[in-house]
């Protein structure tokens, strides 16, 4: 199964500035349909992750416009173009390409 | 709007056996598969396994064999966890989610004698 590598594993961030994470696979996470099954998980303390992001850059519904995904292969990104109080947190990257395998999460903190 | 609600904290002493359940609602329970994730204190989120909910088969990550069993009531669209033999070292949230992207608020299951 795909092994997944989050850089970094925490973050100090800006209010309104920006900020991203990046997600290395030890495999090709295309599919054999051609997709590639890469997410990306918001979880607050407390709470239960929620998905921001499938197939490498398609925002879940209700996910503001601020995040936004990219990647291919086996380097994926996740952006924040501004960040808010709110986005504080883990994040998660997640391969549903074979089976599911998270990476190891990423602290954001302000 | 789509739900996945589970039941509430459970406290096992070890050795005992607990069962938890995720309640869908708002979709057609057969669209999605059901996946089990768990989070042991302060760590991250590891995939168990997951329930097709077409034909009730089960798949287990690899380090969930045994003692986890996943089953499913189609009628009542609700899934179910079932863990026995249970060590210290199961105490975690246990959370369902579908391949829709849909979470549940997860279940604490606290181990202890």
């Known amino acids: 199964d795909a092994v997944l590598t989050q850089i970094p594993l925490s973050s100090a961030v800006t209010l309104g500035r920006p900020a991203s994470i990046s997600c290395r696979s030890s495999?090709?996470?295309?599919?054999?349909?051609?997709?590639?099954?890469l997410s990306w998980l918001h979880q607050r303390p407390g709470q239960p992750p929620r998905l921001l992001i499938y197939?490498?850059?398609n925002r879940f519904s209700g996910v503001p416009d601020r995040f936004s995904g990219s990647g291919a292969g086996t380097e994926f990104t996740l952006k924040i173009s501004r960040v808010e109080a709110e986005d504080v947190g883990v994040y998660y990257c997640?391969?549903?390409?074979?089976?599911?395998?998270f990476g190891q999460g990423t602290k954001v903190e302000i | 709007q789509v739900q996945l609600v589970q039941s509430g904290s459970e406290l096992k002493n070890p050795g005992a056996s607990v069962k938890v359940s995720c309640k869908t609602s708002?979709?057609?329970?057969?669209?999605?598969?059901l996946h089990w994730v768990r989070q042991a204190p302060g760590q991250g989120l590891e995939w168990m396994g997951w329930?097709?909910?077409?034909?009730?088969?089960?798949t287990y990550a690899q380090d969930f064999t045994g003692r986890f069993v996943f089953s499913m009531d189609a009628s009542v669209s609700t899934a179910y966890l079932q863990v026995s033999s249970l060590k210290t070292d199961d105490t975690a949230v246990y959370y369902c989610?579908?391949?829709?992207?849909?979470w549940g608020q997860g279940t604490l299951v606290t181990v202890s004698s």
């Open positions: 989610a579908n391949s829709g992207g849909q």
């Open positions: 708002g979709y057609i329970f057969s669209i999605y598969g």
């Open positions: 495999q090709s996470l295309v599919h054999s349909d051609g997709n590639t099954y």
């Open positions: 997640l391969q549903v390409t074979q089976s599911w395998t």
């Open positions: 197939k490498v850059s």
């Open positions: 329930i097709n909910t077409n034909t009730g088969k089960p």
